[in-house]
């Protein structure tokens, strides 16, 4: 065997090995990629299950504040109206005390 002969069985060779090296590093990065992209899916699905949670509870507290502010509003209107019932009586026990002094 010539030289020449021997030189390209080694090149042969080493490409051979290139293309079975190439080739693990095809099926490792595409195992790889299938895994982040289960990652990245189960990421996804907890932030959207957190999310809906989250979006329960700001609804359950956004009925409770508009109960809350219904009451308070109406304990302000009752608050109006007994001041406004005091100073009218306020103002009839005055006149009657103008009318017993004249």
């Known amino acids: ?3 020449t002969d021997e030189l390209l069985r080694e ?3 080493e490409l051979e090995a290139a293309r079975a090296d190439r080739e693990v590093t095809r099926e490792a ?3 790889l990629v299938h895994d982040v992209r289960e990652f ?3 990421v996804a699905n907890r932030v959207e299950r957190a999310s809906r949670e989250q979006t329960r509870a700001v609804d359950g507290l956004t009925a409770k504040v508009g109960k809350l502010t ?3 509003v109406d304990l302000h209107a009752e608050a109006l109206a007994q001041r406004e019932g005091l100073l009218r ?3 009839w026990m005055r006149k009657g005390d103008d009318a017993d002094s004249s």
Do not use: F, P
Request: charged share 35%; proline share 0%.
């Open 1 to 3: 065997m010539s030289r």
């Open 11 to 13: 090149i042969r060779d």
């Open 29 to 31: 990065q595409a195992a």
């Open 40 to 42: 990245v899916r189960e």
């Open 70 to 72: 219904a009451v308070l």
């Open 89 to 91: 009586i306020i103002d």
